[in-house]
């Protein structure tokens, strides 16, 4: 199925880089390298440069900390979100938010998708997206409370789990309006999941795959892979991209990522060689 994510189509084999741009002071990663405006517009246009075709703008680091509600969430974002479409008008400009009040106001900036990495925590997120033809990211979290950590969440089957959430909220996007086409699951590593949970996730991609609808996958830097390699932040790029590979050898669609040069190399060079891509050029022995 084409991919449509907001003013951009994009054919149903491409696979897409997804660059994080935090806009706050207490990242988990950047540790609030990009809290700045300056900085953050610096790097929009470095990804950009980079070959990212999306950048997902946050407002709210994903971990608990001081409560950051609706009016300076937005204060955050919606005029970064303007100041990027005036930047690259061509795009693809994502918001990491679960409320749909900010969803309504990036929206109107000129975002394309919104990001919901809390699962339909609130509701009306879905109505936002389809108010303004955005696209919309499912999530699964089990339930979890935005911004809180997951304590001995037991799943039956956490695959299953994410597949029936995720396609639940899916169908009630497309209810709600949203165009079928703008509709991609997210497993979402480590949200309401420890690090086991994860990683079994990361073996079985291939089955949210087979839904038919687009996957994004939120590797770069997790804790799941921090815990499998026991490994600080800094540190997990070669474990990120081991996963990232598995992701891509399964078909997901969407890298939501720091490094994007280094996960494009890694997903080039796995549909190269599984053959659905050809070699950039190819003159050993014939020549």
Known sequence: MTLKLGRREFDDDAMLMMAIVNRTPDSFFDKGATWAE????????????????????????AAPGVEIDAAE????????????????????????????????????AGADVLNDAWGGADPELVDAAAEAGAAVICTHTGGATPRTRPFRVEYDDVVASAIADTMAYADRAVA????????????????????????????????????GRP???????????????????????????????????????????HQVVETRQTVDMVNTVLGRRRPARAIRGLQ
């Open 215 to 257: 996957v994004l996958v939120s590797l770069s830097n997790k804790d799941f892979v921090g815990e499998s390699l026991d490994l600080p932040v800094g540190d997990r790029l070669v474990g990120t991209l081991a996963a990232t590979a598995l992701c891509a050898a399964a078909g997901a669609r969407i890298y939501r990522v």
């Open 38 to 61: 300056d900085k953050a517009l610096a790097r929009v246009a470095q990804v950009v440069a980079d070959g990212a075709e999306i950048v997902d703008i946050g407002g709210i680091k």
């Open 176 to 211: 709600a309006g949203v165009d079928p086409r703008s509709v991609v699951i997210d497993p979402a590593h480590d949200f309401g999941k420890n690090t086991f949970h994860s990683l079994e996730v990361t073996r079985r991609i291939g089955e949210m795959v087979d839904t």
């Open 73 to 108: 969430e937005k204060a955050r974002v919606v005029d970064f979100v303007a100041q990027v479409r005036a930047e690259h008008p061509d795009l693809v400009i994502s918001v990491d938010t679960w409320r749909a009040e900010v969803g309504r106001a990036v929206c109107e």
